[in-house]
Every structure is written in structure tokens, then in C-alpha cells.
């Protein structure tokens, strides 16, 4: 998710660069990813190990600015294992946070007439979750495997 205040252009091309940065740092530590479907409901990214035995979606969120992220109206409805917010998408260093569905939920607020839930930076700009790849499991490094 991009920025709202932002013309179209530039949140789509927000969402873009977050979400080629996640798929970057997930396939650099060893994991197989595929874009989804770019507006479906559902994951961004699903993510496999080489054997095919663990599958995860990955919601990518992604941010020009340290922003609040939209999380909609039903929380309950967020379905993504992992949740990676990118924060400075556009720039030249961008700040991933990696949290887990149940954590964003946790950390979720709701505007005050009870419409929309989102995530303040507050709840995601923590040391736990900044740059954790390492939460999504390890894989073996790419580079050292010998074909």
C-alpha cells in the first residue's frame, strides 16, 4: 500500500518498489517468491523453501514516508502469514519492518467512530521487528549450494 495523499502514478509506482524490495531480500536469503496478482485480495508474495515444503503469503505495504498503513475496516479479515512494511520505498534505503498477521493485529488501532483499523508507525518502528528477515525462517545461503 502506498501513500494516499500521493497521484495515483506515484503510489502505484510506491507499491512497486516495496514490493520488488521484499521479493529481493526474500530471494537473496534463499527463499523461491512469485507476485501474486497485483489489486486481488489476498497475499502479494508467496514465498517456498527449494522443496516445496513450506508456504507462506506475505503482505507488502509499502511507504514513501513513515506513515501509518491501512489496514481496512475488518481486521479480522487480514489473511497474510507475514506482513513486511516498507518504509522510504523510493529511496536508496529503505527500512523493512517483518511482523507476523497475528501481531499486526495485535498492534492495530481504530479510528475513533470505529471505521478503519491501522498500524502507526509507533506500533510497527521497533528494533524487534526492523530488518527481521531472519523471523521468516533461515534457508540455506544460495550462493554456497553447488549445483
Given amino acids: 500500500m502506498a501513500d494516499q495523499k500521493a497521484p495515483p502514478k506515484w503510489r502505484q509506482l510506491t ?16 527463499w523461491h517468491v512469485m507476485p501474486t496478482i497485483r489489486n486481488a485480495r ?9 522443496d516445496e515444503t513450506v508456504f507462506f503469503g ?8 513513515r506513515y ?21 520505498a523510493n529511496s536508496d534505503n529503505p527500512i523493512c519492518y ?12 481504530q479510528d475513533k467512530n470505529g471505521g478503519a483499523f491501522w498500524l ?5 518502528d521497533r528494533d524487534e521487528f526492523r530488518e527481521a528477515w531472519h523471523r521468516m525462517g533461515a534457508q540455506p545461503d544460495p550462493l554456497s549450494l553447488t549445483p
Fill in 15 to 30: 507499491g512497486n518498489s516495496g514490493l520488488n524490495y521484499a521479493a529481493w531480500q526474500l530471494s537473496r536469503r534463499g
Fill in 42 to 50: 489476498g497475499s502479494d508474495l508467496i514465498v517456498t523453501n527449494t
Fill in 58 to 65: 506475505v503482505q507488502s505495504k509499502a511507504l514513501s514516508k
Fill in 68 to 88: 501509518a498503513v491501512p489496514l481496512g475496516e475488518f481486521i479480522q479479515n487480514l489473511r497474510s502469514d507475514w506482513w513486511v512494511i516498507t518504509i522510504n
Fill in 98 to 109: 517483518i511482523m507476523k498477521k497475528d501481531e499486526v493485529r495485535q498492534l492495530a488501532s
Fill in 120 to 124: 502507526e508507525p509507533s506500533a510497527y
